[in-house]
């Protein structure tokens, strides 16, 4: 299996649905002086924080780590174990307080609310908590995800009549079998998929099949380039959301491009209005001639919005293609005489499939 990291520049921060249902670890590191700290994991830079702050780190990666904290030219450092769901705390200075010596060490949470009271009542800090969250597209050390939590189910489309299948990579994240279930209209017999590469930083997965028992028609559209795709245009979403409930038929939501950019001005993604849910993710985002202009991949749960959605750029899923070699897939856009929508879904919902993990 080849593994594509591509060293682009990401403003998108975790807000996908598969970073929304992980468990998560929080660290919490405290200070007392007037000097500023800086934060390393795994000699990568957290963050840097001074006299008064707080900082609370949410953190979904697991595993042994390295916590370095840089501070007036000393650097001190911890290890910290991750395993599971719960809080940890480091103290950055060095204070003697009832024969205890804390010096950039993990504490316990008793000991850390005591010096925290401490440095309140003592020393008359007023503190302010700076929250700080781990890009899971650029993640510390290792994402696990339980069984439970990770999408058992999204959605994927196919790109040539070879039988290779794009969808998201947090679907497939961690899987030991996934099956596509739909081809030819069929959501009885599944077929086994092989993934052929993937990239964490796009949210991008390649899939195969490789049986012999089936051939593949070239689908109808091409991959769009995504610069032509203005703010405004049209669009409609295939996919199978919420399998389990909503059931195996195709479903269609239409909208448009809300904006050039994802969440807080990711350059990789749109935001969409076209209602998408769990079970959307990895399927096209089409425009109105039924070109593929978008992957979707994420939707924000929120109470304060609805109905906005993410669908990454076809331009990254051509360059992701494009990396791994020897991939064929139609690039020159097509306008097909009949324009209306149920002639646009007909042609290309044969090409769209329900993909299934374990």
């Known amino acids: 299996m080849k593994n594509i990291f591509i060293n682009l520049i990401f403003l998108f921060s975790s807000f996908s649905l598969a970073a929304q249902d992980m468990e998560y670890a929080e660290i919490n590191f405290i200070g007392y002086d007037n000097s500023s700290k800086k934060i390393y994991i795994n000699d990568r830079l957290v963050t840097a924080y001074g006299s008064g702050e707080i900082v609370k780190l949410k953190i979904y990666s697991k595993g042994r780590f390295t916590v370095t904290i840089l501070y007036e030219g000393l650097r001190k450092e911890g290890i910290i174990e991750i395993k599971e769901n719960k809080n940890y705390y480091f103290l950055a200075g060095y204070e003697k307080i009832k024969k205890v010596k804390y010096n950039y060490e993990e504490v316990s949470e008793e000991n850390y609310n005591y010096l925290k009271e401490y440095f309140e ?9 700076l929250k700080v969250e781990e890009d899971i597209r650029k993640p510390i050390g290792k994402l696990e995800q339980s069984s439970a939590q990770r999408e058992k189910q999204g959605t994927g489309f196919l790109i040539n009549n070879e039988g290779y299948i794009v969808t ?17 209209g069929d959501y009885n017999t599944p077929f086994q998929l092989e993934i052929i590469a993937v990239d964490r930083q796009l949210d991008l997965a390649l899939l195969k099949v490789n049986s012999k028992l089936i051939t593949f028609e070239t689908p109808p559209y091409a991959i769009e380039n995504s610069k032509a795709t203005e703010t405004a245009s049209e669009v409609f979403a295939l996919g199978y959301p919420m399998k389990s409930m909503m059931g195996e038929e195709i479903k269609i939501t239409t909208g448009i491009i809300n904006s050039a950019s994802g969440y807080k001005g990711s350059i990789s993604e749109f935001q969409i209005s076209a209602s998408v849910q769990p079970g959307n993710s990895g399927g096209p985002l089409f425009d109105k001639d039924g070109n593929v202009v978008g992957v979707v991949s994420a939707k924000i749960k929120s109470k304060e919005v609805d109905n906005v959605g993410y669908a990454i750029k076809s331009d990254y899923l051509t360059f992701f293609l494009d990396q791994i070699g020897g991939i064929t897939f139609k690039k020159e856009a097509e306008k097909f005489e009949e324009t209306d929508l149920s002639s646009q879904v007909k042609r290309t919902s044969n090409f769209v499939y329900i993909i299934e993990t374990e």
């Open 121 to 129: 009542k003592k020393k008359g800090i007023t503190y302010k908590v």
């Open 168 to 184: 998201n990579f947090h679907v497939v994240d961690g899987a030991k079998k996934i099956t596509v279930k739909g081809i030819k």
